[in-house]
């Protein structure tokens, strides 16, 4: 299990910033979360104004 960025990602930063383990990287045109890094803490959806990371 692991939390992914959907394509309502508006790029503004905010969950790399928060996350614990550095698992979110700016990609091309959008975030994204290492699947092998992120813990699914849960604190990159708290962080984001669109809702962009789920848990898949
Ligand atoms: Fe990082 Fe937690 Fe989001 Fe995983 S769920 S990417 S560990 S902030
Ligand atoms: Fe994208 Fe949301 Fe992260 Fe901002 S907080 S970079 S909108 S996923």
């Known amino acids: 299990m692991a939390y992914q960025i959907s394509d309502d990602c508006i790029a503004c930063g905010?969950?790399?910033a928060g996350c614990p383990v550095g698992a979110i990287s700016?990609?091309?045109g959008?975030?994204?979360i290492d699947a092998d890094a992120c813990?699914?803490?849960?604190?990159?959806?708290?962080?984001?104004?669109?809702?962009a990371p789920q848990p898949q």
């Open 39 to 51: 813990i699914d803490c849960g604190s990159c959806q708290g962080a984001c104004p669109v809702g």
């Open 26 to 28: 700016e990609g091309d």
């Open 30 to 32: 959008k975030y994204v």
């Open 14 to 16: 905010s969950c790399a």
